[in-house]
């Protein structure tokens, strides 16, 4: 039973533009939700993290907008490089529980 | 400063044989968890352990895998008479403490095919 629902499955972006990759969860007891970033042949990265209490992160080029009632949230890149092209995973956990729960990923391409 | 190692990389086993995956975490972490990654799919917790101790392996199969983290050396996962079905890269993670189990620090991960 899949928890994390992730979307799209891939996508292009131009360099410069705004990339957006959207995930929804089901069990209202998560309370983490990091976003990893995994480049071929090589194991996931965390690259920013929430918390249901607030409704926005930003680190740099990358933002995190979390929609606690509709139960999903999402990642913002920025003015997207080349260097962004990677698959991202969006994620889940609860604090009584000690698993990260995955997405299926996003493999995002941005053309230069 | 290492972070997680794991080893082999790449790991080609036939039909019945045995695999064994080796994971050394970040100096000073003592809690070690297990994914498996399908091909096109994300990553599936399979086993959490602490030095010695299984905390949670409830996302191993039943049959074939086994998974231990002894006092010394690495934390081994274990899959024996192989199956073309788990051909997957195998991800280790580890963390500091229970309190951060979050902070999970992952490996290249080691990937098995099965021929």
């Known amino acids: 039973q899949q928890q994390v629902k992730q979307s799209p499955q891939s996508l292009i972006v131009q360099k410069g533009g705004i990339s957006i990759i959207n995930c929804a969860y089901e069990n209202t007891a998560f309370d983490y939700f990091p976003w990893y970033q995994q480049f071929p042949g090589k194991g996931p990265a965390l690259l920013i993290a929430i918390r249901p209490d607030v409704s926005e992160k930003k680190e740099g080029r990358f933002t995190i907008s979390f929609n606690k009632s509709a139960k999903q949230f999402s990642l913002h890149i920025m003015d997207s490089q080349p260097g962004d092209s990677a698959t991202y995973f969006c994620?889940?956990?609860?604090?009584?529980?000690?698993?990260?729960?995955f997405g299926k990923g996003t493999r995002l391409h941005i053309l230069p | 400063n290492a972070g997680v190692m794991q080893n082999p990389r790449h790991l080609v086993r036939r039909r019945g044989q045995e695999a064994r995956l080796r994971c050394s975490p970040v100096k000073g972490h003592s809690h070690v968890y297990w994914y498996r990654q399908l091909p096109e799919e994300g990553l599936k917790f399979m086993v959490y352990l602490q030095k010695e101790n299984i905390i949670d392996e409830s996302g191993m199969p039943k049959e074939r895998f086994s998974a231990e983290f002894p006092k010394e050396g690495p934390s081994i996962l274990r899959i024996q008479q192989v199956v073309r079905g788990d051909s997957a890269a195998y991800f280790c993670?580890?963390?500091?403490?229970?309190?951060?189990?979050?902070?999970?620090?992952f490996g290249p991960g080691t990937r098995l095919t099965v021929l």
């Open positions: 993670a580890s963390s500091p403490d229970r309190v951060s189990f979050n902070e999970q620090f």
């Open positions: 994620a889940a956990s609860m604090n009584r529980d000690d698993k990260i729960i």
